[in-house]
């Protein structure tokens, strides 16, 4: 599965002509430390979140008078560019980000484009810091991309823990998209719901972009599946929400992976109500800066979806700082050196790379009627657990 993954980043970079082209340099003795990023800002996905906490972070940096690099303070430049979801536009801006605005390192956007992106920073050599892309989905790589972020395996287990303890008869129907992250989800969740004690009695997998589910629905209904795991992007899995309700089907357990995950999710109303998710942060999970995010942020982000990924970028670019501040350079090899001994404790928690990835805590929450979410595993910080109400 991982080769799979490494031959879609790769596919990637061949359809738009890069190849590789030298790691290169931002040089040292410059004014300012540019770091580069492309990410999803319109579009089906908006990441703006995540956005907002890179640039918490780096102003946070520049108000103490930049960063230490080799015993002398630098500010920071953060160079953002919308590449609006699509693949072709984000590998130029990132060829342009290395090449042109000679960026330090970069941070990543989210779930299937980081693994695009991780292609194109092992053949720039520039050092590419990421989260939302669960560990397990990184590519392997040469060894310039970094994942701090959790694990679908941590999440999965959180996730069969809270649905063993309501009523169920344990069949599953697990549905996805057919691209790599959406394959490699089904792979882990098939193995583990085995070990749990589930089922998985109906499975479908479906293109980004469809809208008609009622075949996977019927095949639910038919087998009886009172679980659902739906790992799929935001607007297919709002179709398929609005479709299980028009058409009766309704598990008592749900989780939506990637799709509840995003600030989109509200736009579902009621219907959403009850739907579980895997989350990286939580207002009442105790990690660090928790507090700070809820008060810095949550006028303009209300739930702790949203809240969550600010932590995320928060956490990426705080780790990419402490990393040029450690290699005392901005050459991209010394960094890159330097990410490998990264020791510090951010947003998401502790981090320590191994093999070039670090696992934060998972946490489960659950979708409430007016908007909000609550933490529902584990215990401690959690609430108890409610009905699926918006599809009952």
Known sequence: MVRKMVAAALAAVTAAGLTACGGGSSGDGADEVVIGASMMLSGQVNLETIRDGYQWAVDEANAAGGIDVGGTKRKVTLKILDNRGDTSTMVQQVRGLALEDKATALL???????????????????????????????PEGKGYVWDSFQSLDAGANGFFEVAASTDTNKKVLLITNNDAQGESTAELYTGLSAKAGFTIAAKSAAPAGTTDYADAIGKAKSAGAEVLIAVMTPPDCFAMWKQMKALGYAPKVAIGIQCAQTPGWTSLGELGAGTLVQMNWTRTSGLPKADEVVSKYAAKYPNDNDLSSVAIGYHEASILLAAITKAGSTDRKKVNEALARTDISSALGSVKYTDNKSATPSFIGQWNADGSITQVWPKQGGSALQALSGLS
């Not at 695009?116 to 050599?125: C, G, H």
Request: aromatic share 0%.
């Open 108 to 138: 990543g956007s989210c779930c299937q484009q980081n693994i695009d992106m991780s292609a194109q920073a092992d053949s720039l050599q520039i050092p590419l810091v990421m989260g939302a892309l669960p560990i397990e989905l990184r």
